[in-house]
């Protein structure tokens, strides 16, 4: 059974989905943990899952490097097998990476390397491209430029919003997600080698 802990930083969207996909008994992943940078809404679904969750405040730390290690220190008490950053607004510091290596993935709403960073479907509509998509990834020292896991092209159309792509853009980073959660517990994604 694959461990898991879940990061984020708002609603939990993407979370709510791995934990969806977690009650079915035949799923061979658990969340055990979620946590959070801030008082992130997300945090009810622990609460609703009963799973224990954690918040590591970015802003209580006078460096970038302590909250790091915090962070590092919060996430090693599960002994998870996977970190995932689910909609998690940080960049994560040399030393977290360092600790959890390729165990690290995240969820991005773009077919990246197509407009990487925080604004990727604004930056999508005002390129006026056609299509954009969702990508999962490993994490690594770069802006939303780690291993491709998975990702799927989806339309843009004529009279999209930020608000209407992106939701249908979360449709399909959900459906991402798990599949990549499954993989990699059933050893079809070897992360060692991504």
Sequence with gaps: MLRLVVMISGG????????DACEDVEFPARVVAIG?????????????YGIPSFVVPF???????AWGDELVDQLRQWDADLVVLSGF???LPPRVLAAFGSALINTHPAYLPEF???HAVRDALAAGVS???ASVIVVDGGVDSGPILA????EVRPDDT??????????????LLVDVVLDVANGRIDLSRP
Excluded: C, W, Y
């Design 12 to 19: 939990g969207s993407n979370l709510r989905a791995l934990l």
């Design 151 to 154: 990702q799927e092209r989806i």
């Design 116 to 118: 990487p960073g925080a």
């Design 162 to 175: 930020e608000g209407t792509l992106h939701d249908r853009i979360k449709l399909v980073e959900r459906r």
């Design 131 to 133: 299509q954009t998509g």
């Design 89 to 91: 607004m940080r960049l």
């Design 36 to 48: 959070a940078d801030r008082d992130a809404d997300g945090l009810a679904h622990a609460e609703e």
């Design 59 to 65: 802003n209580a730390f006078e460096t970038r490097e």
